[in-house]
């Protein structure tokens, strides 16, 4: 059975670090890009940024850049969103997804990714 169980999530003050993880199951993470996507309440849900080991591209939307680190473990078959100086406006429903569109990632599509996680909550606050 195909599966990604995202962990990490939490409660922290602004200014604070988590990493979330996203584990697979039933597949190999490095064969798709990997997309992190965040909910907010009463907001869409919005790209954050995207891997793809296949074709060496990270992405990273500006709110996050400089601060968010995404990465894979092959060996773990886990991939990794490092979030550090983290803001309440970062408060929402963390998602890993997958898609094979490696080049398109970084639209951001959510019908353009095969696989969801069931999401992990950050709260941002002090």
């Known amino acids: 059975q195909l599966q990604l169980v995202e962990s990490g999530g939490g409660l922290v003050q602004p200014g604070g670090s988590l990493r979330l993880s996203c584990a697979a199951s039933?597949?190999?993470?490095?064969?798709?890009?990997i997309g992190w996507f965040r909910q907010a309440p009463g907001k869409e849900r919005e790209g954050v940024s995207c891997?793809?080991?296949?074709?060496?591209?990270?992405n990273y939307v500006d709110s996050v850049k400089g601060r968010f680190t995404i990465s894979i473990d092959k060996a773990m078959n886990t991939a990794y969103l490092q979030m550090n100086s983290l803001k309440p406006e970062d408060t929402g429903i963390y998602y890993c997804?997958?898609?094979?569109?490696?080049?398109?990632?970084?639209?951001?599509?959510?019908?353009?990714?095969?696989?969801w996680g069931q999401g992990t909550q950050v709260t941002v606050s002090s």
């Open positions: 997804a997958v898609s094979r569109r490696h080049y398109t990632c970084s639209n951001y599509l959510p019908w353009e990714y095969d696989y």
């Open positions: 039933g597949f190999g993470l490095s064969d798709y890009a």
């Open positions: 891997i793809s080991n296949m074709i060496g591209n990270t």
